[in-house]
């Protein structure tokens, strides 16, 4: 039972256009999200996070919105910027258990 | 200020062998997370420490699975007898405590032939 979805296995912008990657999940207990990046040969690594009380949080570039009566989140980054060029993953934690669920991920790649 | 640190980063051994992983979490992070990323799959969660003990061993996948941490630091994830299906890369991640922003190693890829 996968519960974090990431529907788009891949997806493909233009630099200097907006990125928009999205997250579906079924727990209803989840209060907590996260998105991490991967690049090839490396661990993740954190890049924006959303609590449940918030619907939306935005660090530079990157944007994370919340719609929790629809049980999703995206991740908007704009511009894009070749460098952005990864795999992307969404993962939720349930308020005091530790457990993060991950998303299977979106490779997205940003076209000069 | 080293980041996470991950031994061996290559494993490739035979069905049957036993293996061992080391993790070095960041200095001071209490909290330490074994997760598997098999090919094409999203990160599965297999094991979380605090300090020595592990409250939640609920992801992994069989007992030939198993890991220790010792001194609040080094953590080892050993899987006996391995088998074809445990091919993937295993990664470790830390915490400064638990629910903050966790810290991933660069993963052992493992491959069972």
């Known amino acids: 039972d996968q519960q974090v979805k990431q529907n788009s296995p891949s997806l493909s912008v233009q630099e200097g256009r907006i990125s928009i990657l999205n997250c579906d999940y079924t727990?209803?207990?989840?209060?907590?999200f996260l998105w991490y990046k991967k690049y090839p040969a490396e661990g993740p690594t954190f890049l924006i996070s959303?609590?449940?009380?918030?619907d939306k949080n935005e660090d530079g570039r990157f944007t994370v919105f919340l719609n929790k009566s629809a049980k999703h989140l995206s991740l908007h980054i704009v511009p894009s910027q070749p460098g952005d060029s990864a795999v992307y993953f969404c993962?939720?934690?349930?308020?005091?258990?530790?457990?993060?669920?991950f998303g299977t991920g979106t490779k997205l790649q940003v076209i000069p | 200020g080293a980041g996470v640190s991950q031994s061996p980063s290559n494993k490739v051994t035979e069905k049957g062998k036993d293996v061992e992983l080391r993790c070095d979490p960041i200095?001071?992070?209490?909290?330490l997370y074994w997760y598997r990323q098999s090919l094409g799959q999203g990160l599965e969660f297999l094991i979380y420490?605090?300090?020595?003990?592990?409250?939640?061993k609920s992801g992994l996948p069989s007992d030939r699975f198993s890991a220790e941490r010792t001194g609040g630091s080094v953590s080892t994830l050993t899987i006996q007898r391995t088998q074809q299906e445990d091919s993937a890369v295993y990664l470790c991640?830390?915490?400064?405590?638990?629910?903050?922003?966790?810290?991933f190693g660069p993963g052992t890829r493992l491959l069972v032939l």
């Open positions: 200095s001071g992070h209490t909290a």
């Open positions: 420490f605090q300090g020595n003990s592990a409250p939640d």
């Open positions: 727990n209803s207990m989840f209060d907590y």
């Open positions: 991640a830390s915490s400064l405590v638990q629910r903050e922003t966790q810290y």
């Open positions: 959303i609590s449940s009380i918030k």
């Open positions: 993962a939720a934690s349930s308020g005091g258990y530790q457990k993060v669920t």
